[in-house]
């Protein structure tokens, strides 16, 4: 995750270890970064979910997008925080109440229920909001998602 997030390749920190005295080589270093960092991605996100399931100002944007993979419609859809970082996708070949309620419920689930839902005109999300019991806390408009 830290590794998407700056853009250091291995020969870059091999580099810097070695203005720090550190001789290693660029294989050493993608050999730990096989190793250490899934645990240390797994550990950064879980204390990341923990953070923001207590968060006072979480906002969510919401959004489904058309998807053509090999000549056949998909819907993906996907959940952003006030951050900008994507915290759930997911890709449905259909875009109704059951896609729309499986996809909320998990993201609600595994990150706690917003301050606020800020969310395209889907006629199947606002059903499921309005099932959840999330309608009073979510803005709907045409340009929110940007």
Same mark, same amino acid.
């Given at each position: 995750?830290?590794?998407?997030?700056?853009?250091?390749?291995?020969? /870059?920190?091999? &580099?810097?270890? %070695?203005? !720090?005295?550190?001789?290693?080589?660029?294989?050493?270093?993608? $050999?730990?970064?096989?190793?250490?960092? =899934?645990? $240390?991605?797994?550990?950064? !996100? !879980?204390? !990341?979910? /923990?953070?923001?399931?207590?968060?006072?100002?979480?906002?969510? %944007?919401?959004?489904?997008?058309?998807?053509? =993979? +090999?000549?056949?419609? %998909?819907?993906?859809?996907?959940?952003? +925080? %006030?951050? &900008?970082?994507?915290?759930?996708?997911?890709?449905?070949?259909?875009? +109704?109440?059951?896609? *729309?309620?499986?996809?909320?419920?998990?993201?609600?689930?595994?990150? &706690? $229920? =917003?301050?606020?839902?800020?969310? +395209?005109?889907?006629?199947?999300? *606002?059903?499921?909001?309005?099932?959840?019991? /999330?309608?009073?806390?979510?803005?709907?408009?045409?340009?929110? /998602? &940007?």
């Amino acid at each position: 995750m830290l590794y998407v997030r700056f853009p250091l390749s291995f020969r /870059n920190v091999e &580099g810097l270890l %070695h203005e !720090r005295g550190i001789e290693i080589g660029h294989e050493t270093v993608r $050999f730990w970064w096989k190793r250490f960092a =899934p645990k $240390f991605a797994a550990e950064i !996100r !879980r204390k !990341r979910i /923990n953070r923001m399931r207590f968060c006072s100002n979480c906002q969510r %944007h919401l959004g489904e997008v058309f998807v053509v =993979p +090999d000549g056949e419609t %998909h819907f993906l859809w996907r959940t952003v +925080d %006030h951050e &900008g970082e994507v915290l759930e996708t997911s890709v449905a070949k259909c875009r +109704d109440y059951k896609a *729309a309620s499986k996809f909320l419920r998990k993201s609600m689930k595994r990150y &706690g $229920f =917003p301050k606020v839902t800020i969310a +395209d005109r889907s006629h199947s999300c *606002a059903v499921v909001r309005k099932n959840i019991g /999330n309608t009073y806390k979510q803005k709907i408009g045409r340009w929110k /998602n &940007g």
